[in-house]
């Protein structure tokens, strides 16, 4: 890109001249949602579903809630529960939009959709649309490449964290950025010092213990990439045949729907070495299944993904999510 405003600009244009919702009332999937509308969304899926809720698991370093959308149909039966957040990095806009694709999916499909039913029969669904709403909302305001969160570093006029680089598996505080509070990378002053993975670390333990947490997925964007651990070792997990397994039925489901071409494989491997990642925190709390995927492009767009994609990045996604879980 040689004029990255102008795209931006021309996003925001596009953005704002398209309606949020559809005519019968569900959410517009083929547009980007302000942090606002993402909330009032959620009460919205509230009123409709007697089987969904909403729970705030916890507040955001500048007061906002972390909302997690909880999908238990015949609650009192005991089923494995799957944990997809969205949107830990901010201009990552993919993430959530793909988040709310599959709430609009799974809502609007359960009772009407053979295999989203029999999905929803099985598994519980926890999803967190947007991880991180104070970068969120920071990039649509000010920074469309905002990354990590809006907590005040002391001492420092750089703000925020990387929050994938703030999970302590033991090996939190490796690689760039760290000790650097203006580096886009930095993981913080300790492990889990941010109050929105300590929410989604006491959150999804506990779903552990009383749900039995079958699988942690986290999206973000971007180079077509289905990754799990370790990020900060080259060796692979002991379980990596089975994880493995797991990840090419996702990936082949994905290009199954438009062609779409993923690489899998540890973080480390296919990505580069990183440190402090929530992949790797919720594999060493004992959940295998725990990946990361880097959703559609290569670069062409980057974050500033257009619009026409969000459908489609959606579609595919969810084939892939969906695939893999039924083959835990
Ligand atoms: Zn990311």
Redesign the pocket.
């Given at each position: 890109m040689t004029d990255i405003q102008s795209v931006i600009d021309a996003e925001r244009q596009a953005v704002t001249s398209l309606p949020t919702r559809r005519p019968d009332g569900r959410i517009e999937t083929g547009t980007y949602h302000q942090w606002k509308d993402i909330e009032d969304y959620l009460q919205e899926l509230l009123v409709v579903y007697p089987w969904l809720s909403i729970t705030s698991i916890g507040q955001t370093a500048r007061g906002r809630q972390l909302w997690v959308a909880k999908i238990e149909i015949n609650s009192y039966c005991s089923k494995p529960t799957v944990w997809i957040d969205c949107g830990?990095?901010a201009?990552?806009w993919i993430?959530p939009a793909t988040c709310i694709y599959g709430l609009d999916y799974l809502t609007n499909g359960y009772g009407c959709d053979p295999y989203v039913t029999n999905f929803l029969n099985k598994y519980n669904v926890h999803i967190m649309p947007v991880h991180n709403p104070d970068g969120y909302c920071y990039s649509w305001r000010y920074d469309r490449l905002w990354?990590k969160n809006r907590n005040r570093n002391p001492n420092d006029t750089c703000y925020g964290v990387d929050l994938?680089r703030n999970y302590d598996d033991g090996h939190w505080g490796g690689g760039r950025g760290a000790g650097d509070p203006c580096s886009n990378n930095y993981p913080g002053p300790t492990g889990f010092s941010e109050v929105e993975t300590q929410a989604v670390r006491d959150y999804t333990n506990e779903l552990q213990s009383t749900r039995n947490l079958a699988a942690f997925f986290?999206i973000?964007?971007y180079a077509q990439q289905w990754l799990y651990a370790y990020g900060w070792s080259g060796e692979s997990v002991p379980e990596e045949p089975e994880v493995s397994r797991v990840a090419q039925i996702g990936v082949n489901a994905i290009e199954s729907v438009y062609n779409t071409r993923y690489r899998y494989g540890s973080f480390y491997n296919v990505a580069y070495p990183g440190f402090g990642l929530s992949i790797d925190w919720s594999y060493s709390r004992g959940v295998i299944y725990s990946y990361?995927l880097?959703l559609r492009d290569k670069g062409e767009y980057g974050f500033l993904f257009p619009l026409t994609q969000i459908v489609p990045t959606g579609e595919e996604t969810w084939a892939g999510l969906m695939a893999a879980v039924m083959a835990i």
């Open positions: 830990i990095h201009r990552e993430g990354r994938n986290t973000h964007s990361l880097e």
